[in-house]
């Protein structure tokens, strides 16, 4: 075989139509053998020999793609000083493009000898990285770049969503081309949510522990391929097939208006500590890629309670990071990120520290920096709660939302001061520093917890399927009041069950900020009482598409709250509320004002009582004080929105004729379809919102202005 001295970047395998250059960082490595493996198994071994900047790389003509390869690295092993080389280890490309196999848990894979290396070769059961071929028809795909204020987003799983799909063909079912199904899409589109946020599709490892219990790491979030889309979610090959139906499911979803936002997972690896299996970093270079104990090298500190944490202040664990990110942009054409953990990429030293050098990175990049960055922004460190305190280019999971919006509906005391905060895009957290409702990724619940309908019928869990006596997952729900302080028979108890999911789902929809719903939530899916399902790839996690009349409904009442909401900029405002200050004389009233039941202006006790349980919000449309995307002022309808999270109905009196003189009801929790009367309620008179209720009533805009779509 000739082979040519190549180039040194870009790094990984790239085909350029004639040949394909490899390229491989290693600080420490003495010696690179880059392996290539035929369509038989059988390997052939071409030694690396040149290294610029410690990048070893080769160039070989007539090797294409759907060619697997691996290296094995020469070097100390020195674990006390951070080193881990083993050239027995066949190793994974971190740069690999697609990737073929899966570890199968055996011996070979690991460390295990008492002094030094294992000498076992671990090539018959690792994962191998494979050339992929770049071109791809886009024909005239666009980035569909829809304004913050417009967003919705749907979590799922490309399994769980459509795993049991009866329109999807079985063999496409859990696949990258099952979602890709027009079926699929018909379903995302007329929900009217505008995003996917896909649970990770890098490239994953199964768990030897899982693989145990005869379970499976289903949520996916232990990545070893930071560039290939994880191969078991391909329905038609893993030999690079897996990146084109990839691109193809991008392409049909952005057809349909549809975002694709990746949930990525870069805050560690699927090696684990040093009892984890030596798949791919280790075994190049332990001491560069991981965050290893100061002093006490031969142990990794963990930030994340997975064994490792990636070392982020390394300048090549910075590059293999942006380049993916860009890569994902650029070559796979989605829209956004969602970052697993995202104050241990925070972590330069000790501290989370918001001005890292990561975020410097993505500030000033053109690529990445333009696309839509969403943090969960805590890890399991000392200090790693940082809701609030990301860049202004950051969106982030509003963990705080979540939890006072339970609360609230649980009928909580003192909870709901925060709750008015929440309801309005949570600028106690973000307005500080300038930032817009927009920062704030509103939910109720997650992939991580209970689904929407087992969060209000189950008061413990139930995750003794997962094989750890139920000790895992969140200890306590807290009870929802289906008992002493609510009904007691069966068929009352369901209908509040059926209740309570239409107020957190209005709530949800109708609050400032950008919603995100998890999938299924809409379809009252359940995991009977299982509130961490990571390991259960099977009809605990997926999808039942077997619909009830109720589940109908539900997702009839969704869709129409989000129809709702895309039709009001005053429920999607772009930027915070004034509050108590009118506009100017010809608008005597604010943009926002809270009421009493009794149509009285809250005041600071009526906040602090512990029991205020109901409480009206007016959203005044003709003081938007926004303008559309051309510059003119914009109006809206306005709206009233009577609140009652306490177990017994509340009397309301609608406010005097200067707020609007006839109000139309929009959205009632308490019919079992969430379906108004359509009757008017004229000003000043009163109107029974239900126990545990929502009432959203409207009145039309006063102003000429015309109504436009709002921008970022």
């Known amino acids: 075989m000739r082979i040519r001295t190549g180039r040194p970047y870009p790094l990984g395998a790239v085909f350029d139509g004639e040949g394909t250059n490899f390229a491989l960082f290693t600080e420490v490595a003495e010696r690179v053998d880059l392996v290539l493996i035929d369509a038989l198994g059988v390997p ?35 674990p006390v000083a951070g080193h881990r080389c083993n050239p027995a280890k066949l190793l994974l490309d971190p740069y690999a493009r697609a990737v073929d196999g899966q570890p199968d848990n055996d011996a070979s894979l690991f460390e295990r000898a008492a002094h030094g290396p294992d000498p076992a070769d671990s090539a018959d059961h690792t994962l191998l990285g494979v050339v992929t071929d770049p071109f791809f028809d886009w024909g005239y795909d666009r980035p569909p770049m829809r304004p913050y204020a417009e967003t919705v987003i749907y979590e799922a799983h ?33 929900l009217g949510v505008t995003a996917v946020e896909l649970m990770p599709v890098h490239q994953f490892v199964q768990d030897g522990f899982l693989r145990d219990r005869g379970l499976s790491n289903y949520w996916g979030y232990n990545t070893i391929g930071f560039f290939a889309p994880h191969n078991a979610y391909a329905a038609h090959g893993t030999r690079g097939e897996q990146v084109t139906e990839f691109k193809s499911m991008v392409k049909a979803l952005h ?12 805050n560690h690896t699927a090696e684990g500590n040093g009892f984890g299996p030596t798949l791919s970093f280790r075994g190049i270079d332990n001491a560069s890629y991981y965050r290893l104990v100061e002093g006490d090298q031969a142990h990794y500190y ?22 993916s990110l860009r890569y994902w942009v650029t070559e796979m054409r989605v829209d956004g990120f969602r970052f697993d953990l995202a104050a241990t990429l925070a972590r330069q030293f000790h501290e989370v520290d918001r001005l890292s050098a990561f975020f410097d990175l993505i500030q000033q990049d053109p690529v990445v920096g333009r696309v839509k960055l969403i943090a969960e922004p805590w890890d399991v460190g000392e200090g790693g709660y940082q809701v609030g305190n990301f860049p202004p280019l950051w969106s982030e999971w509003n963990g705080k939302y979540r939890d006072c919006v339970r609360d609230f509906w649980r009928s909580g005391d003192h909870t709901l001061g925060e709750f008015a905060s929440r309801l ?76 309570q999911q239409r107020n957190l789902l209005a709530t949800l929809l109708l609050s400032q900020g950008i ?58 405002r772009r930027r915070f509320f004034l509050g108590d200050t009118p506009r100017d004389e010809h608008q005597p009233l ?27 919000v007016f959203l005044n449309g003709d003081a938007i004080a926004e303008p ?47 379906l108004p009367d359509e009757s008017e309620r004229k000003a000043d008179t009163e109107v029974c919102v239900e126990a545990r209720s929502l009432l959203l009533l409207s009145r039309p805009h006063r102003g000429e202005a015309v109504k436009a779509r709002s921008a970022f």
């Open 302 to 323: 963990d930030t994340t309670g997975t064994g490792n944490s990636l070392l982020m202040r390394h300048p090549n664990v910075l590059q293999l990071i942006m380049d």
């Open 424 to 499: 309005t895009g949570s600028s106690d957290l973000y307005q500080h520093d300038r930032r817009r409702p927009r920062a704030s990724i509103n939910f109720v619940t997650a992939h991580d917890g209970f689904t929407l309908r087992d969060l209000v019928s189950y008061n413990d869990k139930h995750n003794e399927a997962n094989g750890e006596d139920n000790k895992d997952g969140e200890s306590t729900n807290r009870s929802w009041n289906c008992g002493a302080e609510g009904p007691t028979d069966d068929e009352g108890v369901l209908e509040l069950r059926a209740r």
């Open 590 to 616: 604010p943009d926002l004002m809270w009421l009493r039941p009794d149509a009285g202006e809250m005041t600071d006790e009526d906040w602090l009582r512990p029991d205020a349980h109901a409480v009206a």
């Open 255 to 266: 057809a349909a208006g549809l975002e694709v936002i990746l949930d990525v997972v870069y």
């Open 158 to 190: 490309v399994r769980g969503l459509t795993r049991t799909h009866p329109e999807v063909p079985a063999e496409l079912r859990g696949t990258y081309a099952g979602l890709a199904h027009p079926a699929v899409i018909k379903h995302l589109t007329s």
């Open 44 to 78: 052939r071994t071409v030694t690396l020999t040149e290294v610029d900047g410690f990048v070893w790389h080769c160039y070989l003509p007539g090797v294409g793609p759907g060619q697997r390869y691996g290296y094995r690295v020469h070097g100390p092993w020195d």
């Open 628 to 674: 559309d995307p051309y510059g003119d002022p914009m109006v809206d309808d306005s709206f009233l929105l009577l609140l009652n999270s306490h177990w017994e109905p509340v009397t309301f009196r609608l406010p005097d004729v200067s707020y609007g003189e006839r109000w139309t009801v929009r959205i009632d929790t308490a019919d079992p379809q969430g």
């Open 515 to 572: 919603p995100m719903l998890a999938h299924g939530d809409e379809l009252g899916r359940t995991q009977l009482g299982n509130n961490n399902a990571y390991c259960q790839d099977n009809e605990v996690s997926w999808i039942d598409w077997r619909l009830s009349e109720e589940q109908r409904e539900l997702m009839d009442f969704t869709r129409r709250a989000i129809e709702l909401r895309a039709a009001h900029p005053v429920l999607r």
